[in-house]
């Protein structure tokens, strides 16, 4: 493909998974995937991917066949349901049923097939920009924090794949920018590397409701430490060079609100240069940024 057409075949890409995910996440079923599968003899991950094309309206074998091999097929990914029950915070963290204000720590569940996002973008060498797209073919059962209705924060495959690239690197005392449900905090406090995590929130009524149910379940609680503040007038007024070896932030919703906070708080990493900084979808969000991968 050449330039103009990846640019172009990478807005479609995202226009058409925006709909899809907004609208229509569960519209495939289980039945229809073994179906194709089985009749026509191919993968799961390939029925699928012909499924997710027949509803964004992608005519697959003819007219938008380049589209559908170039895209659509390194795009989807039947995920493995017992990776995720197998990591240490969905084998040992068990979150209630609680509300306070206008918050709520509920359990949300995955439809069989249910389309969700579970990477970051996948940017070959040839400018495509392809979503990762995941299903699993039995329910999934995922913890969620809600205010006012709204999903603010979840541990959905997406999060754990894409915090534990930032976990790896955690060492020393490290601080965080943003609570939501302390899988960052449990994964970096279980690291010999790592002295002390530092948490940065907002939200007292987060803060109160993890305090209570959530970090009593920690195994290292005593290297943790929760300080209710903004980012930015942390980063600003409270940090200082040398207190931490190490930051994570993660205090945005996705890469929609991401992209102006990330460049903030870039600008506050030039005052901490000895200071390894890490952030939640980066690449996602470098690859928004990059407005010569676009239309």
């Given at each position: 493909m050449s330039p103009t057409e990846t640019r172009h075949f990478n807005g479609r890409i995202c226009d058409l998974m925006s709909i899809l995910l907004n609208i229509a996440s569960d519209f495939i079923d289980v039945s229809s995937v073994?179906?194709?599968?089985?009749?026509c003899g191919v993968t799961k991950e390939y029925a699928?991917?012909?499924l997710v094309a027949a509803v964004c309206g992608v005519d697959s074998a003819e007219k938008d066949r380049t589209f559908f091999k170039n895209y659509f097929l390194p795009m989807i990914h039947e995920c493995d349901k017992s990776i995720f029950e197998n990591?240490?915070?969905?084998?040992?963290i068990k979150i209630p049923e609680l509300t306070k204000g206008n918050w709520k720590f509920t359990?949300?569940?995955?439809?069989?097939?249910?389309?969700?996002v579970c990477n970051d973008f996948l940017v070959p060498d040839d400018g495509r920009l392809i979503p990762q797209i995941g299903f699993f073919t039995e329910?999934?059962?995922?913890?969620?924090?809600?205010?006012?209705?709204?999903?603010?924060?979840t541990l959905m495959p997406n999060e754990t794949v894409t915090t534990l690239p930032a976990v790896k690197k955690a060492h020393g005392k490290v601080v965080t920018f943003g609570l939501g449900l302390g899988y960052f905090t449990y994964m970096a406090s279980l690291k010999e590397e790592v002295e002390s995590v530092t948490v940065v929130e907002l939200s007292s009524d987060v803060i109160s409701l993890f305090?209570?149910?959530i970090l009593p379940q920690f195994e290292n609680r005593d290297k943790v430490k929760i300080i209710c503040a903004d980012a930015f007038d942390f980063a600003e007024n409270t940090m200082k060079p040398g207190d931490f070896d190490f930051v994570f932030a993660d205090f945005w919703h996705d890469v929609g609100d991401g992209r102006e906070l990330y460049l903030k708080m870039k600008e506050y990493e030039k005052n901490f240069p000895e200071t390894?900084?890490?952030?939640?979808l980066e690449d996602t969000i470098k690859c928004y940024l990059d407005r010569d991968l676009w239309p």
């Amino acid at each position: 493909m050449s330039p103009t057409e990846t640019r172009h075949f990478n807005g479609r890409i995202c226009d058409l998974m925006s709909i899809l995910l907004n609208i229509a996440s569960d519209f495939i079923d289980v039945s229809s995937v073994n179906e194709i599968s089985e009749s026509c003899g191919v993968t799961k991950e390939y029925a699928y991917a012909e499924l997710v094309a027949a509803v964004c309206g992608v005519d697959s074998a003819e007219k938008d066949r380049t589209f559908f091999k170039n895209y659509f097929l390194p795009m989807i990914h039947e995920c493995d349901k017992s990776i995720f029950e197998n990591d240490p915070y969905y084998k040992n963290i068990k979150i209630p049923e609680l509300t306070k204000g206008n918050w709520k720590f509920t359990n949300m569940k995955l439809k069989p097939c249910e389309a969700f996002v579970c990477n970051d973008f996948l940017v070959p060498d040839d400018g495509r920009l392809i979503p990762q797209i995941g299903f699993f073919t039995e329910e999934f059962p995922y913890p969620a924090v809600l205010e006012n209705g709204r999903e603010w924060m979840t541990l959905m495959p997406n999060e754990t794949v894409t915090t534990l690239p930032a976990v790896k690197k955690a060492h020393g005392k490290v601080v965080t920018f943003g609570l939501g449900l302390g899988y960052f905090t449990y994964m970096a406090s279980l690291k010999e590397e790592v002295e002390s995590v530092t948490v940065v929130e907002l939200s007292s009524d987060v803060i109160s409701l993890f305090e209570e149910h959530i970090l009593p379940q920690f195994e290292n609680r005593d290297k943790v430490k929760i300080i209710c503040a903004d980012a930015f007038d942390f980063a600003e007024n409270t940090m200082k060079p040398g207190d931490f070896d190490f930051v994570f932030a993660d205090f945005w919703h996705d890469v929609g609100d991401g992209r102006e906070l990330y460049l903030k708080m870039k600008e506050y990493e030039k005052n901490f240069p000895e200071t390894e900084f890490t952030y939640w979808l980066e690449d996602t969000i470098k690859c928004y940024l990059d407005r010569d991968l676009w239309p």
